[in-house]
Structures are given as C-alpha cells and as structure tokens.
Nanobody, 126 residues
Framework: QVQLVESGGGLVQAGGSLRLSCAASGRSFSSYVMGWFRQAPGKEREFVAAINWSGGSTYYGDSVKGRFTISRDNAKKTVYLQMNSLNPEDTAVYSC???????????????????WGQGTQVTVSS
C-alpha cells in the first residue's frame, strides 16, 4: 500500500513558477513509476509527466514539454514537478500517482497507476 500526499500548489501570476511535491509512504517507493496528472474544471484528467524508478527516464505531455520538469528523490520518497513559465491554461488540480507497472508509453494513461494522491490546486492568474 502506498499513500501519496501532494503539496506546493497555490496562486501564481502568469510567467511565474511553482514546485509541487508528492510525498509517499509505504515500502518500495523506489520501484514505482511516478506520474503527475492534472484536471481542470469541466475537462478530463490530462497526463502531465512521468518518471521511472531511477529517474533516468522521463516523459512529458505536449502541453508542458520544455516548461515542466519531473524529478524524484528515492531517499526522501518524494517526487517533484517544477513548473516554469506558467500560463492560465495550466490552472488545474494536480495529482501524483504511483504504478508498480513497467515503463513504457502506457505511463500516459490513468489506468496504469495503482495509487493516487488527493491533489493540490494550482491557479495561474493572467
């Protein structure tokens, strides 16, 4: 069993930056693929980024590529999402997720993940 708790959300002006954190409890964190998703009001959940167990492989959604960076610290059981050049379209609830599955293109799908956090609100003002 893995529990995930996100933090770091808030209100930021367009062009600004935020760093989200996702702290995990439970064993075997270092073996999990970790992902970030977001959901804006009235929209479907959208894949943001994923990282493999070692941090050596990452993948990003097209809308955040070049602006967001995912990373992890296995000793701290934490995954991060550094968000730069934020714009109002980035406003959403951001959730982290963990999967015991194997790395591949499937990391972009919600069904790949076994555990989810409650989410943290990010609001970008224009």
């Amino acid at each position: 069993q893995v529990q995930l708790v996100e933090s770091g959300g808030g209100l930021v002006q367009a062009g600004g930056s935020l760093r989200l954190s996702c702290a995990a409890s439970g064993r075997s964190f270092s073996s999990y693929v970790m992902g970030w998703f977001r959901q804006a009001p009235g929209k479907e959940r959208e894949f943001v980024a994923a990282i493999n167990w070692s941090g050596g492989s990452t993948y990003y959604g097209d809308s955040v590529k070049g602006r967001f960076t995912i990373s992890r610290d296995n000793a701290k059981k934490t995954v991060y999402l550094q968000m730069n050049s934020l714009n109002p379209e980035d406003t959403a609830v951001y959730s982290c997720a963990a999967s015991a599955g194997a790395w591949g293109m499937v990391v972009t799908t919600t069904t790949f993940y076994n555990y989810w956090g409650q989410g943290t609100q990010v609001t970008v003002s224009s």
